[in-house]
C-alpha cells in the first residue's frame, strides 16, 4: 500500500515512511515495530486504519522519546498529475474535549509522487499532545487550507496507545544502550493482545486536492 503522510517533526529529522518489519506487538487498536532500512533500526507505533488513514509515532535512536515524529498515512487514489509548489497548512488536534492544538504545516508534491507528506513546525505542545492521547479515548483531527477549506478530517481510538507506545520507548532505549539489552527482545517477550470491535466512526479520508 502507498501512503500519503503527515509529520510533526523537527526539520532536521529525515522522513522515514517504510521498511523492513523486524518485530512487532499489537495492543488495542495500536500495534508497536521494530523496523529496518538501509538508513538504519527505528521504531513505530501505527493506528487501525480507520475511513482509509493511520496514525503513526515513529521513535529513533539513540535519542528516543526526545526524537519523534508523529504522523498520518493515507492511501492517495492515484499519482499526482502534476507538481505543486510548497503550501501551508493549517492542522487541528484534540484529543476528547481536552486541549485544541493548533498546529501550521506545509505541503509539496512532485508530478508522480505516490504519496504526499505536510511537514508541521515543531512545537513543545507536541509532548502535550501525546499526553493527552495516553490519558485519552479518541484523537480527532482536522487539516485545513490558510483560508479555512477544509480538506479532511481524521478520528482514532486511543485505547491500546499508551502501552504500544511504552514498549516501543522502551524497545528503542534498550537498542541504543545494547549492554541493557535482555534476550528475549521487548517485543517478543512481551504477549499480543488482540483488538476489540473498532466503534462506528465515519469520516472521509484526507486528500490534498487543492480548491478550484
Known amino acids: 500500500m502507498i501512503l500519503g503522510i503527515f509529520i510533526i517533526s523537527e526539520s532536521c529529522f529525515a522522513q522515514v515512511t517504510s521498511g523492513k518489519v523486524l518485530a512487532k506487538n499489537r495492543s488495542g487498536y495500536w500495534t508497536s515495530l521494530m523496523l529496518s532500512s538501509k538508513t538504519g533500526i527505528w521504531f513505530r507505533v501505527v493506528s487501525d486504519v480507520s475511513a482509509g488513514t493511520s496514525a503513526v509515532v515513529d521513535i529513533f535512536p539513540p535519542s528516543c522519546a526526545n526524537r519523534t515524529t508523529f504522523s498520518f498515512e493515507y492511501t492517495y487514489k ?3 498529475s502534476s507538481s505543486t509548489s510548497q ?6 488536534l484534540r484529543v476528547d474535549t481536552r486541549q485544541l492544538y493548533s498546529l501550521q504545516g506545509s505541503y509539496q508534491g512532485s508530478m508522480g509522487d505516490q504519496f504526499g507528506f505536510v511537514t508541521l513546525s515543531a512545537t513543545p505542545l ?49 537498542y541504543s544502550h545494547p549492554r541493557q539489552r535482555p534476550s528475549p527482545s521487548p517485543f517478543q517477550s512481551l504477549p499480543e493482545s488482540h483488538s476489540p470491535v473498532a466503534p462506528n466512526i465515519t469520516r472521509p479520508p484526507i486528500g490534498l486536492e487543492r480548491p478550484a
Open 126 to 174: 507536541f509532548g502535550s499532545l501525546i499526553t493527552d492521547m495516553k490519558a485519552g479515548n479518541i484523537l480527532r483531527g482536522q487539516l485545513s487550507w490558510p483560508n479555512g477549506t477544509l480538506i479532511g478530517s481524521v478520528a482514532f481510538p486511543l485505547a491500546g496507545f499508551t502501552i504500544s507506545l511504552n514498549r516501543a520507548n522502551n524497545a528503542c532505549a534498550l
Open 87 to 92: 503550501e501551508n497548512l493549517l492542522m487541528a
Open 78 to 80: 492515484a499519482p499526482l
